[in-house]
């Protein structure tokens, strides 16, 4: 490693330990960079990266996609999926814990954001768990791990950011997280599954006669109506993600304001408030991230990473192995849109250099940034699941351990098996 890239690095890293934003750490550790190496002559191209890094049609899916999610919350449409989810689900052993993954994989449809998923479903799901008896440890286990299929289910906020970073298709991108996100759900629920017979878990009762599904079914429907809008124009051709997006926030602005009458107008300056303080932090953050991705490429750290790898030989296993492991450390530590901006680039690039098919990659590399959203130091579902349930950091950590497990055999099963990310896609006419 060079000196000037240690300063770079060292100088980011440094910034951040002692508390200052990550976007205005990235964007000093590129002036320090330039400082060393004496390079001004490169300012006005590092102020041209971090204005083209946020001026994006592609990003323009973001602040939409988010107002989707905020018009949702607000409406509290929430009950109707979790009733919905209630019929499909609840008849299983552990019903409300299956109810609690079903919901997560119906909500993730809307929004597409794991803090999101617990934001509204923990409040509802974790206290209803414990009165059922759960212990409030479990309750906030399942509430987080079930989050994390979130940003894999289409709209996925992180792979318009990948997508973005990495100059990979987000249409096809969304196609192949799809089914890795299912099976995340399926192999938690069949985890319940098992622990129900263990510990006596209860089924949920509730009328299932056929009059009262389609109920229940016919209150979901208009809900529902959102991803199908956002997949079918997406995954059909029809629309891009932006497109998508703001189809998808004016059909949530409709439902809730004028079909269920859920916000009144004066509640929506906060929606469209917090959706524009929330996405004006995260394209700061892509915009400094370009600048500092810009830096490593005149590094040639991704031209290193990728020597590096090929170099060992190790055939198309080890290699992933290698990714992953590179992968599951940083989510310990980042969130998954830093690690995205500042890594993304370099790592897809590596990747396509060893071989490595670049959408299967964006893929497991998102799958596994989600499960480091379960780990700690930084696991901030963890954090967000036990300030709702307040049930201990360490009980938390115990209960979560097993979904831990089989999450991570769900990402070995999408590396082994790639057909599972890059099928759909295909099936599209993506590849």
């Known amino acids: 490693m060079s000196a000037s890239l240690t300063i770079l690095i060292t100088s980011f890293v440094g910034l951040i330990l002692v508390g200052l934003p990550i976007a205005w750490a990235m964007i000093a550790g590129v002036l320090l960079w330039m400082t060393y190496t004496g390079s001004w002559s ?72 794991a803090l999101g998923d617990i934001a509204s479903l923990g409040r509802v799901f974790i206290p209803a768990m414990v009165r059922q008896g759960y212990t409030s440890a479990y309750a906030a286990a399942v509430t987080a791990s079930s989050s994390i299929i979130g940003p894999m289910v289409p709209p996925s906020l992180v792979a ?127 915009g400094c991230g370009a600048a500092f ?16 790898i090929a170099g060992w030989e190790l055939g198309y296993f080890a290699t992933m192995l290698v990714f992953n492991l590179i992968l599951l450390v940083l989510g310990m530590f980042i969130d998954p849109t830093t690690v995205i901006i500042l890594f993304g680039p370099l790592l897809s690039a590596a990747a396509v250099q060893a071989g490595i098919d670049p959408l299967h990659f964006g893929a497991v590399a998102i799958l596994n940034l989600n499960i480091g959203l379960l780990t700690p130091p930084l696991g901030v579902c963890l954090f967000a699941a036990e300030r709702i349930a307040n049930c201990g950091f360490v009980p938390l950590l115990r209960a979560t351990a097993p979904f831990l497990l089989v999450n991570l055999i769900a990402l070995a099963i999408v590396v082994a098996v790639p057909e599972l990310s890059l099928g759909l896609p295909r099936l599209l006419g993506f590849q």
Do not use: C
Not at 293 to 308: D, K
């Open 42 to 113: 490169f300012l006005p191209i590092v102020a041209e990266r971090l204005y083209q890094g946020m001026d994006s049609f592609v990003l323009m899916a973001i602040p939409l996609f988010v107002l989707a999610g905020e018009l949702v919350n607000e409406g509290k449409i929430t009950d109707r999926l979790i009733n919905f989810a209630n019929a499909l689900f609840g008849w299983m052993r552990g019903g409300l814990a299956q109810v609690n993954i079903g919901a997560s994989i119906l909500f993730a449809g809307i929004t597409g954001v």
């Open 293 to 308: 991705s810009w830096a490593m490429g005149m590094e040639n750290v991704p031209g290193m990473i990728g020597a590096t």
């Open 160 to 286: 318009v950011i990948y997508g973005s970073m990495t100059d990979v298709s987000i249409g096809a991108l969304m196609a192949a997280t799809l089914v890795p996100g299912l099976l995340i759900g399926v192999v938690q629920m069949m985890l319940v599954a098992v622990q129900a017979r263990i510990y006596g878990f209860q089924r949920v009762e509730m009328d299932r006669s056929p009059r009262a599904l389609v109920r229940v079914t016919g209150h979901a429907l208009v809900p529902l109506m959102i991803p199908v809008i956002i997949l079918a124009g997406m995954l059909g051709g029809l629309m891009t993600p932006t497109e998508a997006g703001g189809v998808a926030a004016v059909y949530a602005l409709v439902v809730s304001v004028f079909l269920f009458r859920s916000i009144n107008l004066p509640a929506l300056s906060d929606v469209f408030s917090r959706s524009a303080l929330f996405s004006g932090q995260l394209l700061i953050i892509v």
